[in-house]
């Protein structure tokens, strides 16, 4: 579907929230598995995006304003609109171009539970998985005539996307503007 001018959304979570079982019944093998069968390189990491310091209320729940203002996936969006991230992983993109959103200088991951089976089970409990300033939590790869937009956190829900009756859109939110133009 995807090589053929399809356009598939992929949104991992992170591993606080992911399953306790570990391997292959986690959503990082899961969707990294899935990826590889579409013909990607982009993939996603089995950690938590942390920022102790520039976050949305928490260090879990972060308020992104870092955004490839190049990138036509972002048309519309300004550096007033955070992206919202509640809990969500790391993604590693295909290429140092297909970046969409990126942490603070402040943002890094952590494992955050550590289960057997899972990527980063030698990573201690806690102990950072991505340095802070590298944080990617957005990507686009293009493969075959399509593309895969990879995210570290379900980004387009209705608690992300505030989308009503009343209004078009959320100024507040680079979220609704991201997947309005993935959908437009």
């Known amino acids: 579907y995807v090589k053929n001018v399809g356009t598939a959304v992929l949104c991992g979570i992170s591993d606080y929230q992911d399953n306790n079982s570990g391997d292959p019944y986690t959503s990082t093998k899961q969707i990294n598995d899935l990826l590889v069968a579409m013909g990607a390189a982009t993939t996603i990491n089995s950690d938590e995006s942390y920022d102790t310091t520039l976050n949305g209320g928490s260090a879990y729940r972060l308020a992104l304003t870092n955004f490839n203002s190049a990138s036509p996936?972002?048309?519309g969006a300004t550096a007033s609109q955070p992206f919202d991230v509640y809990s969500g992983c790391s993604v590693n993109p295909a290429s140092a171009s297909d970046w969409l959103i990126n942490g603070h200088?402040?943002?890094y991951s952590i494992n955050s539970k550590v289960v057997p089976g899972q990527y980063e089970s030698s990573v201690a409990k806690n102990g950072i998985v991505i340095p802070a300033g590298q944080v990617c939590t957005v990507a686009k790869e293009e493969v075959g005539s399509g593309?895969?937009?990879v995210s570290g956190t379900v980004f387009f829900s209705n608690f992300?996307?505030?989308?009503?009756?009343?209004?078009?859109n959320d100024p507040q939110s680079m979220n609704y503007t991201l997947i309005q133009n993935i959908l437009d």
């Open 73 to 75: 996936w972002l048309t």
């Open 105 to 107: 200088a402040t943002t």
């Open 147 to 149: 593309r895969i937009f």
């Open 160 to 168: 992300d996307v505030s989308v009503n009756s009343y209004t078009t």
